[in-house]
């Protein structure tokens, strides 16, 4: 992720850190020990940089790097492949700071440096996510023999730990700190166009951002609130505005970030579709729940979108791979909710025919003698009490040993026809 300040990036590190989900590991470029590092050397190093090229307003870059969740890595490992990454995007003579975090299940790294040199030049920053980036990732997976990204036991797992809500509302979690954590790391890391989206986003992780009603004088004045959602979508906690974030995720930056976005997820839109295709000719006939699943073992999200009669009108897909969301209908109308809606709704049509039962009449069948023999054998007769009904009736007769088909009438010989003959 790039960005135009280092303080922001270096805030949210340090806060982890100081919140015990996070550990300094590296400090490259420093003529600190790690330990004597505060954070206001860490900045000092930084602006030093800028200030060379004050021109260049976006000079940040805050970087992650995620591993599968069966690896097990420990620090002097991540400091060798922090140090090799970076080699490989040509920023292994900036100063960079490396930092473990602890706060989801997989493990995973945060780098934060500048991209401006000791000389005054700029390192060019376009396209090194989708590129430079890339490249070093595929490196650095064959030369430390990590899973690789694309290979089939890999499943992408988001870089962000959902809040939980039981221990908001008990006091064992600062709602503010909890929100923010959240809140910056999606407003910086995925490309939303949208507030629909970005909050498609956000409750994947138990946050959502509201406006609140379109006659409200909030709304009005553009207004943001943060709120936490509990596992039924309920709004928990007290809500925080968005002014008091010191990440400042307001609805006016967002909207910016809605207008770069549209570009920025350009490149990324073909490989999800593709994704997404594979999950669906993965199978001949697909029920919504498989779909969803399927989608989740290729890192990406699939949120229906329902009114509250039920209906659903919309379909968002969330690529956590990439970080980028989009709405069904922006990748095509075959990915739209209502061409989704049409195949899933056949296949439940399918599955529905298959799943009727057979007539009754189909197993009235003759039994064979080997059937006959194998009934009989685990049936004890004697302890059958039979009525004189007529169903208890063909139920005797089914079971009697001397039975070879059933016949729901019982037929007898054929009485002689009497002749009369005329006396002579």
């Known amino acids: 992720m790039i960005g135009k300040s280092i303080r922001g990036i270096l805030h949210y590190n340090e806060q982890k850190v100081a919140e015990g989900s996070a550990t300094l590991i590296m400090a490259s470029g420093f003529a600190y020990d790690i330990d004597k590092l505060d954070f206001a050397h860490k900045l000092r190093r930084f602006e030093h940089l800028i200030c060379l090229k004050p021109s260049v307003s976006t000079n940040a870059l805050h970087i992650s790097l995620n591993f599968h969740s069966s690896e097990k890595l420990d620090d002097t490992k991540m400091q060798q492949i922090a140090a090799a990454y970076m080699e490989r995007i040509r920023f ?26 000791k000389d005054g030049n700029s390192i060019d920053l376009h396209n090194i996510g989708r590129i430079k980036s890339e490249q070093a990732r595929k490196f650095i997976e064959k030369e430390f023999g990590l899973i690789r990204a694309e290979s089939k036991t890999y499943h992408p797992e988001p870089a ?27 407003m910086n890391s995925y490309k939303f166009t949208s507030l629909a989206e970005f909050n498609a986003v956000l409750k994947q992780f138990n946050v959502v951002a509201d406006r609140g009603s379109e006659e409200s004088e909030m709304f009005r004045k553009k207004g943001l609130l943060y709120s936490v959602l509990d596992r039924q ?16 995720p307001i609805l006016k930056r967002l909207e910016r970030k809605f207008e770069q976005n549209v570009e920025k997820r350009k490149p990324y839109r073909a490989d999800l579709k593709n994704r997404i295709d594979q999950a669906i000719s ?5 029920t919504k729940q498989t779909l ?115 016949a729901p009438s019982i037929t007898s010989k054929k009485k002689k026809r009497r002749i009369k003959r005329k006396k002579p």
Do not use: M, W
Request: positive net charge.
């Open 282 to 286: 993965k199978y001949e006939h697909i």
């Open 92 to 117: 292994g003579d900036q100063p960079f700071l490396v930092y473990r975090h602890h706060d989801v299940s997989h493990q995973h790294f945060h780098i934060a440096t500048v991209n401006i040199k």
């Open 292 to 406: 969803i699943t399927e989608l989740q073992k290729r890192g990406i999200s699939l949120i229906f979108r329902q009114n509250e009669e039920g209906f659903i009108y919309g379909a968002t897909f969330i690529d956590h791979r990439c970080k980028t969301v989009f709405n069904g209908s922006s990748l095509g109308k075959a990915y739209s909710a209502k061409a989704l809606k049409e195949k899933l709704a056949e296949n439940d049509k399918i599955t529905t025919y298959l799943a009727k039962p057979k007539r009754i009449n189909s197993y009235l069948k003759p039994l064979s003698e080997e059937k006959r023999l194998q009934y009989t054998e685990k049936i004890n007769l004697s302890d059958l009490t039979v009525s004189t009904t007529t169903t208890d009736k063909i139920l005797k007769d089914l079971l009697d040993p001397e039975y070879t088909g059933y």
């Open 233 to 248: 979508g309920h709004k928990v906690g007290v809500p925080i505005k968005a002014s008091s974030f010191y990440s400042k």
């Open 160 to 186: 962000i730990k959902a809040i939980d809500p039981e221990r908001i509302q008990y006091g064992h979690l600062p709602t503010k700190r909890a929100i923010a954590s959240v809140v910056t790391t999606v």
